[in-house]
């Protein structure tokens, strides 16, 4: 499905997964889609000793399983005057 920049603006902001089971020692590249060209979106990890954010851009990030656990990957998106969205 595509979306030109106008029907961005009135569609939610969604990560590409809600819930990820991933193997140990695996990485997955997460996406959050419906964003403005001028959003920036910051990763964090609940737990940084079970899943950690290896490369975070623009609205992407790479992270990667370090061990058998539950940890929650929150993303943070703000507009171009540091406003969260």
């Given amino acids: 499905v595509f979306y030109n920049t106008a029907d ?3 569609l939610e902001l ?8 991933i193997a ?4 997955y590249k997460l996406h959050i889609y419906n964003t403005k ?4 979106t910051e990763f964090t ?11 975070s851009r623009y609205k992407n990030c790479r992270l990667k399983a370090k061990a ?3 940890a929650t990957v ?3 998106v703000s507009d171009s005057e540091g406003n969260e969205v």
């Fill in 8 to 10: 961005a603006a009135d």
């Fill in 14 to 21: 969604a990560p590409s997964v809600k819930t990820l089971y």
């Fill in 24 to 27: 140990k020692d695996s990485a």
């Fill in 37 to 40: 060209p001028d959003y920036t």
């Fill in 45 to 55: 990890s609940s737990d940084s000793d079970i899943v950690v954010i290896k490369k």
């Fill in 68 to 70: 058998i656990g539950t």
């Fill in 74 to 76: 929150t993303a943070e």
